[in-house]
């Protein structure tokens, strides 16, 4: 497993744990409880008309609803709710989110197993539905309000949208209002009933939300600033920044305006909006897509905020750097038998940067270096060959990035010429011969520069490779743009800094290891000061013991000095003594063998001349023999040399082991210096012994040197006979060499041409190879001369042609500049005129319109006061004359009675006061008496005040009416409900103050819709005219709504309106000329019964106009209700201009 998916899966269990505490935290808690009261008391209940699960149509509506939700969000709300962890492929894996959902949501094993009939399997006993309605009720509504506040509280870091981009519902409120409407029994607004449990939902998606912030192309993704707007709100956790927007934009203006969002953010935060050259910044640049400042703009926003760095961390992980290093530095001084002698530290020049954390990144850089003794000094050339970056991986990750895969041969390190670096060539070709390689010293070595750029992208293929399996740092870095060249300094700062990122956030893992790899260091620094104590104190005492053991020795030869000298004396006199007796005896058996010797001589000089001559043929063939013994020494030494170059050779490629050969002999040494002090000790006491023993060993010599002597005796006759012997054996050997040194001589003159032959074909071959490399350097020699010197001619020639036109090209400027600056100074002159005069014309005509204004506006003031001071004398007159006409007894006592009820009328009767409490129990209360009572009351003040509209609107009723409409189903309550709802914004549409309001209700036209197709009429029972009622008032509504040029307009692009209302109005014209047949057939046999074919239609009563409705209803402007549903579905396609 990767690093990259380690961390994911880390992050994936900090999310759930943050999910977790939010899920038990103590509102939560006592909300979840509430809701579970509710639900076991019934009091929020299914349908018992509705199956969850065994109804497959509903168990897929639902199983819809849920998928709509980002599969990731929809994860963590399933596993925190249940407790446990679901086994997906991945987090958009939504078939394994199905599956779950399926098994586990709809359906519930341990309710199964509880309600499970005894004998007949598939088969449940009573109560299994209900119960298992309940169980589902509880965790959607519980999944849907816990996903409505994870979002709300931004529990995933990048904060994904909660619903899917193509998702049916993109509110939670909406869900949970479709999920009342089908399957919950008595259920009016089920979010505020939620709420009131106290868990409330209110998250719209937005289409910001579901914007593609990714960017692409930096010249083109960043000119409508919504991105840069983004950059910002992450960099300052500042979420208010969006809601100044302008989406989606698309003029310049708008793309201006939100780049000038961001850029006054990065202003409020100090930071320059300068360029490299000095430049401003400005919006209209970005919006233009100049690269240049674009890229220069994201270099001001990465380096004044450094988010990823985090100061202290880096703080610590230094300081456990350099501690780590001093403690194993002091541990391989002592392993080196150096003691406490530690290696001088130089003292380096501090790195100095404007920004803290740029300094503490190299600091850390440095410290880690350190290990490897590397000098780092800036963020370009040192970083220039990769053994930086891959020291920095092989540091935390040695697995990964082995040291002995790093390449340290580089041209930074590496020495081609005697000023220590490579020299390039000024030869003007384009071949690699142009890099030259000068080196004066003979024996200097010099390495091929593609070698070392091969070594360098080596390096920076290693740190590619480890990076991407890190995972979590960004491909910045190309050996290209790094390998010899100067590398652009920010852009190794930020790869450094994801790179320093990446490692501390997985330090935390190898934490342990470290703690235990420095305890360990500290732990064998204080056994290695012990051990080097105890050494040092066995040195002293090995010297104290020789220096004992010298003055023992000394004493000890001084005294067997003297006791061999008094020995020798004691011998000698008795040797004295001996040697006069021998030498009479001698005396004696020299006469006696004068003799014997005299007749053996002439005996003795036959057998040595048979001897000599016998020897003389020997000498020969030992002279063979040396020779051939001196030709194979020969041959074996050269083979000897052979093998010590080989071996010299073999010794060389295994260098890199020479370091643990180093270390094993200095633990040898340790061992070797112990074992010769056990030795010299053994030796002590090996010669103190031996002084003791040689004085018994002088007995035992005399007795040896006595039996010596006689077993000499005895050995001159075996030897006698042994010499016989052998010369029988030498006799026959000397037979056998002859035969093998000819087969050997035979061997060696064949092998000894064989040889000859190799060795003059290989010198021949080595005297062509060096004549081809002696005439191809030598070609290439003067070919570079050549070269170097048409490259100096042909730079001359440049620069001596451009020097001429420069001065020609000057001249010609200089004249036209002046020629420019005259012509635009004379038409600045004649503009700035123009502009002057027509800035005063301007200001005349501004002020004659402005005075005409003042007078024009004085003037409709006196006339509107005029005329309301008329009109209202004119009404008391008219009241007065009218008054005094027309008094009869009769109306007198009307009017006394009508005052008399006002002023007996309660405060709760006033129209204001019933207005106020109908709408606390509409937006308060959820039983449809309630409900129903204060629609009534609505109704009544809406058609009657004007104020009382206004109120309704302001307090937000709308959308609770049309939410309410799109919650009722088909039966009575709810068709009372639909019909004072759809007269209460009857009321609103026909005052012109209002009517606005209910059209700006989200949905509101396809919830008109909807009641036209649900409500059609149907004749012949008593819901079909309350039906035809609903049916009516809608398409008035809707004709009233759509009077408005704009609205239609916009009405008419909505997708499938005109399909719907011309199948409206097909179905209603059918239905109608059914009816219509049906009554000429009715008629027909009324008049068959009763003789007579004619029946006189029975005239209706035309409905007169309340006496006493307001002013602002009845304008001559507005429709009339109609009754016939034909004729309404006829004006509803008249307004919006359908052919019908």
């Known amino acids: 497993m990767s690093y990259s998916t380690y961390t994911a899966r880390r992050k994936l269990n900090r999310l759930r744990r943050s999910a977790c505490q939010l899920f038990t935290s103590e509102a939560m808690v006592k909300a979840i409880q509430r809701l579970e009261i509710e639900v076991e008391a019934k009091r929020l209940l299914v349908r018992k008309d509705r199956h969850l699960w065994k109804d497959i149509g509903e168990r897929q509506k639902v199983l819809n609803w849920l998928l709509s939700y980002n599969p990731l969000w929809l994860r963590i709300g399933l596993e925190t709710i249940y407790g446990e962890l679901i086994s997906l492929e991945s987090n958009s894996d939504a078939l394994g989110l199905a599956m779950f959902i399926l098994q586990r949501l709809l359906w519930n094993p341990d309710i199964a197993a509880e309600f499970r009939h005894a004998k007949v399997p598939h088969l449940y006993k009573d109560g299994h539905e209900e119960a298992l309605s309940r169980f589902t009720l509880k965790k959607l509504l519980l999944l849907v309000c816990f996903l409505d506040k994870a979002k709300e509280s931004r529990l995933i870091e990048h904060d994904p949208c909660l619903f899917c981009m193509d998702a049916e519902f993109k509110t939670s409120k909406d869900l949970l209002l479709a999920f009342s409407r089908d399957f919950l029994s008595g259920e009016g607004i089920l979010p505020r009933h939620l709420g009131f449990l106290g868990l409330p939902v209110s998250h719209v998606q937005t289409p910001l939300d579901e914007f593609n912030f990714a960017v692409k192309n930096l010249a083109v993704d960043l000119k409508c600033g919504i991105r840069l707007v983004r950059v910002m709100e992450l960099l300052i956790q500042d979420w208010s920044l969006s809601a100044k927007l302008r989406l989606p934009a698309i003029s310049r203006l708008q793309k201006v305006h939100n780049v000038d969002i961001a850029l006054q953010v990065l202003k409020s935060k100090g930071v320059d909006l300068k360029d490299d050259h000095g430049s401003v910044i400005d919006s209209r640049d970005i919006v233009d897509g100049h690269r240049e400042k674009t890229l220069s703009l994201l270099w001001k926003i990465i380096f004044a905020f450094h988010v990823i760095l985090d100061e202290d961390q880096l703080r610590e992980e230094i300081g456990f750097l350099k501690k780590t290093l001093r403690t194993k530095r002091r541990l391989l001084s002592l392993r080196a038998d150096r003691g406490f002698q530690a290696s001088p530290a130089k003292a380096k020049a501090p790195y100095e940067h404007s920004s803290t954390k740029i300094t503490l990144l190299m600091d850390w850089v440095r410290s880690v270096c350190d290990f490897y003794s590397l000098k780092v000094e800036n963020f370009t050339v040192a970083f220039s060959d990769g053994r930086v970056l891959c020291h920095l991986i092989h540091h935390y990750h040695p697995s990964l990035l082995p040291e002995e895969a790093v390449s340290h041969s580089t041209t930074q390190t590496v020495e081609c010429s005697p000023r220590g670096r490579l020299e390039l060539n000024c030869s003007a070709s384009d071949s690699d ?33 480890a990076v991407s399996f890190l995972g979590g740092v960004p491909a910045m870095i190309n050996p290209a743009d790094m390998s010899n060249t100067i590398p652009n300094e920010k852009v190794v700062m930020s790869y450094l800094s994801f790179l320093c990122t990446r490692l501390l956030d997985l330090r935390n893992e190898t934490r342990a290891a470290r703690v235990i790899q420095a305890a360990w260091r500290k732990y064998r620094l204080k056994k290695d000061l012990q051990l080097f104590q105890q050494k040092f104190r066995a040195t002293t005492l090995a010297r104290e013991t020789r220096k004992d053991y010298a003055a023992l020795r000394n004493a000890a030869i001084v005294i067997q000095a003297n006791w061999r000298g008094r020995a020798d004396r004691k011998q000698i006199t008795k040797r004295n003594r001996c040697a006069t ?53 020969l041959l074996q030494s050269a083979a000897v040399i052979i093998q010590s170059r080989y071996r010299a050779l073999m010794i060389c490629q295994k260098q890199q082991r020479e370091k643990d050969l180093q270390i094993k002999h200095n633990a040898a040494t340790a061992i070797q210096a112990q074992f010769k002090m056990y030795k010299m000790r053994m030796i002590f006491l090996a010669t103190k012994c031996a002084a003791i023993i040689i004085q018994d060993a002088a007995v035992v010599l005399q007795a040896a040197y006595r039996g010596h002597r006689i077993r000499r005796e005895v050995a001159l006759r075996l030897s006698a006979i042994i010499i016989q012997r052998h010369y029988r054996a030498v006799v026959l050997q000397r037979q056998e060499r002859v035969k093998f040194l000819k087969a050997r001589h035979s061997a060696v003159v064949l092998q000894a041409v064989f040889r000859g032959l190799c060795v003059r074909k290989k010198v021949a071959r080595m005297h062509r190879a060096a004549i081809v490399i002696q005439a191809n350097f030598k070609r290439h020699k003067e070919q570079t001369a050549f070269r170097r010197q048409r490259w100096a001619a042909c730079v001359l020639q440049q620069r001596f042609r451009a020097q001429r036109q420069k001065s020609v090209e000057m001249n010609h400027y200089r004249q036209q500049r002046r020629a420019v600056i005259s012509l635009q100074a004379a038409y600045r002159g004649m503009k700035s005129r123009q502009n002057v005069k027509r800035m005063h014309q301007a200001a005349s005509a501004i002020q004659r319109a402005y005075r005409a204004h003042c007078e024009h506006k004085q003037y409709l003031n006196l006339k509107s006061s005029v005329l309301t001071i008329q009109r209202k004398y004119r009404a008391l007159w008219r009241g007065y004359r009218s008054r005094k006409l027309n008094d009869n007894p009769k109306v007198v006592k009307l009017r006394h009675r009508l005052q008399k009820v006002t002023a007996g009328a309660r405060e709760e009767d006033k129209l204001c006061n019933k207005t106020s409490s109908a709408l606390e129990y509409l937006l308060r209360y959820k039983h449809f008496s309630y409900i129903l009572e204060a629609l009534k009351n609505l109704e009544t003040a809406t058609r009657l005040s004007p104020e009382c509209c206004e109120r309704l609107v302001e307090s937000g009723a709308t959308n609770v009416i049309f939410t309410l409409i799109r919650c009722c189903n088909r039966s009575v309550p709810c068709m009372d409900v639909i019909t004072y709802s759809i007269q209460i914004l009857l009321n609103l549409s026909k005052y012109h103050k209002t009517i606005e309001a209910v059209y700006s209700v989200e949905n509101s036209v396809e919830t008109l819709l909807d009641l036209l197709q649900r409500y059609r009429e149907k004749a012949g029972d008593k819901v079909a005219e309350k039906g035809g009622s609903i049916f009516t008032k809608a398409c008035f509504l809707l004709a009233l709504l759509l009077q408005d040029k704009h609205r239609a307009l916009e009405v008419m692009k909505l997708p499938k309106v005109l399909d719907r209302i011309q199948s409206i109005y097909r179905l209603t014209a059918r239905k109608h000329k059914m009816d219509a047949e049906r009554t000429v057939v009715k008629q027909k046999m009324n008049a068959s019964v009763n003789g007579s074919f004619y029946i006189q239609a029975t005239p209706r009563k035309p409905r007169p106009a309340p006496k006493f409705a307001p002013e602002w209803v009845l304008r001559k402007d507005k429709l009339k209700d109609i009754v016939d549903p034909l004729r309404a579905i006829q004006m509803v396609a008249e307004t919006l201009s359908i052919v019908l």
């Open 433 to 465: 011969n142009s890099f030259d390689f000068s080196a004066t010293a003979p024996d200097s070595p010099c390495v091929e520069f593609k070698e070392l750029l091969e070594n360098e992208k080596n390096n920076f293929r290693l740190v590619n490779s």
């Open 581 to 633: 007796l021998i030498q009479a005896c001698y005396r004696r058996h020299i006469a006696q063998e004068d003799y014997r010797s005299k007749k053996a001589a002439a005996i003795v000089i036959q057998r040595r001349f048979r001897a000599y001559v016998a020897g003389k043929a020997i000498r020969k063939s030992r002279v063979r023999m040396f020779l051939c013994r001196k030709r194979y020494v």
